[in-house]
């Protein structure tokens, strides 16, 4: 069982920046790969930036070159730096980790960009 924390998120005017972080615990070390994925009111939830291995890593078109996925060493914390924000943005944040063959989501931080 793996439980995940996130936090971070608020309110910011646009231009601003944030980090948001995800404290992984319980049987961190089944961990694969761990991620961050987003969603807006009334939109599906959708990949922001993910590990796809250890160290390679891919992000939505939307936020390449504004936002940053990264992690020290191990599954214990992911962050995502995100820089430039807009009002698109806004949305409820959510961790995911993969872990043999299950999947885990954390209950999500909230991010409000106003223009």
């Known amino acids: 069982q793996v439980r995940l924390v996130e936090s971070g998120g608020g309110v910011v005017q646009a231009g601003g920046s944030l980090r948001l972080s995800c404290a992984a615990s319980?049987?961190?070390?089944?961990?694969?790969?761990m991620g961050w994925y987003r969603q807006a009111p009334g939109k599906q939830r959708e990949l922001v930036a993910v590990y796809t291995t250890g160290v390679s890593t891919n992000y939505a078109d939307s936020v390449k070159g504004r936002f940053t996925i990264s992690r020290l060493s191990g599954w214990n914390t992911v962050y995502l730096q995100m820089n430039s924000l807009q009002p698109e943005d806004t949305g409820v944040y959510y961790c995911r980790a993969v872990a043999g063959a299950r999947q885990y989501w954390g209950q999500g931080t909230e991010v409000t960009v106003s223009s």
């Open positions: 319980g049987n961190i070390f089944s961990i694969v790969t």
